[in-house]
């Protein structure tokens, strides 16, 4: 068994320490949290720390932290020369203390508390130092998910901008859905099955080939009709940006 | 058996062919191309019509042509006090022609030719001028689709924006993600799952709730980071203009 230590209580470690413990190849040897109590309905309260002194050493110790608190946390590892990597797809692998050899272990997903998330079929994106340790990273993250793929930090930040586009603004889109539809007694629910389809479209379709709307159509009556037709300038403001973008891509074609 | 005249060849037309075909409630008694070798993969020959003289009257005539055609394609029908529907999302029910009885049947749904569609979730968009035209028009849409919605022509504005935001838009997200993924070596399949979730989610959790990612955080390390990586001044606007309405929408709620 691949022994595993998980650093952090937040989402992430939360849905790690799930999917490890549902894994038959891989072992969670401790966990570290400042607050035990946070993580007691997941993890034996034995292997649960939070003093960096009890941290005992383990093959593969992922630190799923925020972003900003990466650095300090992996200078306070009481250990030297082991394999220790971070789930961040914005930082690069150097913002590891190198004095353990670096990883990272990168799911690219979104994850909220409050909906479970098959792991199956979450790609991994993964980086090391050497390839011993890429080995059992992809060991690691082969024992919870279908999708792995070698990205390195320069790809990885590609990666995690384009995710901001799919992921939070197609969100924002949505939430923008939803307050127009409120606004005028709407049910968002009547929507759900094109927000559904649209996504879907995009196993089969390339998004070029799936654009369609006023914007791609260049129909210019419906578009100023649609611009009139919202009042709050912020809305205004995107539809503008977006339609524009839309058309200036068709040309690009 | 209710009879129903489609007049038009396009995307919509079509798929509204097809589902009708597959409906033992409803029979297509004509459809109006001008051209009929377009539609005769879909459609007896004898059935389809290219001049206006040979339109019969049927139950329901339903007009499915671009939005800028539906008002003189209703006023070349050869008859009076007649049930006609248009079915577009931006166009009021009053562009008809006021010689028939009047009504729209808009499916809320992105029609592309090469993708198949499942009728019966798609939310049908109901409007007609008296209760007994609309149960006629209940009748035909409850014949392919369990979702059937009363909506009148101002609320169908609304959800026609509503629809470019979580379609339109959402989809030219998902073609910049691909461009940033291609300009940078990584496959854009990696993202593929990730659209799947942040689309499933909202079967679940309210937009407001879903929302993750820099913006939100107010992380404004990461979101320098990606604006300093986006090298195109499209990119880079879409980003910043996203992100502060991401974060100004934290603050209202």
Request: hydrophobic residues 40%.
């Amino acid at each position: 068994m691949i022994q595993i230590t998980i650093i952090g209580s937040g989402n992430v470690a939360q849905h790690l320490i799930k999917a490890f413990d549902a894994s038959k190849t891989v072992e969670i040897k401790q966990v570290f949290s400042r607050n035990k109590e946070a993580l007691s309905h997941l993890v034996a309260y034995e292997k649960i720390v939070s003093d960096y002194s009890e941290l005992q050493t383990a093959d593969l110790h992922i630190i799923a932290v925020s972003d900003n608190a990466i650095s300090e946390v992996s200078e306070q590892l009481p250990f030297n020369n082991q394999f220790v990597v971070h789930t961040s797809g914005t930082s690069p692998i150097d913002v590891l203390d190198e004095k353990n050899r670096r990883g990272v272990f990168y799911p690219l997903q979104t994850f909220s508390k409050s909906k479970n998330v098959d792991y199956s079929v979450i790609p991994f994106c993964l980086e090391a130092e050497n390839t011993v340790d890429f080995k059992l990273l992809e060991s690691v993250a082969k024992s919870i998910s279908t999708a792995v793929y070698l990205i390195n930090s320069e790809q990885r930040k590609a990666l995690h901008v384009a995710a901001v586009f799919v992921n939070n603004f197609t969100n924002h889109l949505y939430q923008i859905g939803q307050e127009i539809c409120e606004e005028n007694q709407v049910p968002f629910a009547i929507l759900r099955p094109l927000i559904q389809e649209t996504a879907d479209k995009i196993n089969t379709l390339d998004p070029n080939e799936a654009q369609t709307g006023p914007a791609k159509r260049e129909d210019s009556n419906t578009i100023n009709a649609h611009l009139a037709f919202l009042e709050d300038e912020n809305k205004k403001n995107i539809y503008k940006i977006l339609t524009q973008s839309i058309q200036d891509n068709g040309k690009k074609l």
